[in-house]
């Protein structure tokens, strides 16, 4: 067990609707980071929020958006769902900002869009 | 950019040793590994900073060649419990970029 905690475990929507992603970063860690794994791409980083902040952002499409807010939790917002968004989606968290320490992940969060 | 690793997959027989590669067309400045089984969430093994440092973890090492943009993940001895597949994260400014994996299977 990560620390790291992610909700709902899975997901099932049809195209065209809006989901949220919830996660809780470990205790004490304020960076948070959000990946999407498909089978096809891969392991692609989406963005990360240091302390409420946006820091970097990765692939994320303009349909996605993400928030972290004061007590730390972050969500990932996914809206006019496609098909191709149907993946595993993970976030991290870490201790500091620059990426230089351990990353810790949550255990997924599994989104089908039928 | 993706960084590439090499090989693809590998299968062991237990007690064997194996060495997974990384590769970046772009400047580094940390490399990460970890370990994922099926269906699960990536688990960390080690960090690498610039400076050429190599790093141990009970019978898994690694080492990182900033000016090659390169990191080897070396593992000994193999166990069953080394099966799932292996990346590496390397950070590239303010990116975070996941290799393109290594599946490696260790049977008995």
């Known amino acids: 067990d990560s620390g790291v905690t992610q909700t709902p475990k899975h997901l099932i929507t049809a195209t065209g609707q809006r989901v949220t992603l919830r996660c809780s970063p470990r205790?004490?860690?304020?960076?948070v980071y959000w990946y999407q794994q498909s089978l096809d791409q891969g392991l692609q980083f989406l963005i990360q929020y240091y302390n409420g902040e946006e820091r970097a952002k990765g692939n994320i499409l303009e349909r996605f958006s993400a928030q972290q807010f004061p007590d730390l939790h972050s969500e990932l917002n996914l809206s006019s769902l496609e098909l191709g968004d149907s993946a595993l989606y993970f976030c991290?968290?870490?201790?500091?900002?620059?990426?230089?320490?351990?990353?810790?992940f949550g255990p997924g969060t599994r989104l089908t869009v039928l | 950019q993706q960084p590439v690793q090499s090989p693809q997959a590998v299968i062991l027989r237990e007690g064997e040793d194996a060495v997974i590669n990384c590769s970046s067309s772009k400047a580094l400045y940390s490399v990460h590994w970890y370990r994922q089984k099926h269906g699960e969430a990536p688990v960390f093994l080690m960090i690498l900073l610039k400076g050429g440092e190599q790093k141990g973890h009970e019978k898994i090492s690694a080492s990182f060649n900033e000016k090659k943009q390169q990191s080897s993940l070396y593992l000994t001895a193999s166990q069953l419990s080394y099966s799932g597949t292996y990346f590496c994260?390397?950070?590239?400014?303010?990116?975070?970029?996941f290799g393109t994996g290594t599946s490696l299977t260790v049977i008995p």
């Open positions: 994260g390397t950070r590239t400014g303010n990116q975070f970029y």
């Open positions: 205790s004490g860690d304020l960076s």
């Open positions: 991290a968290s870490s201790t500091r900002d620059r990426g230089a320490d351990t990353q810790y």
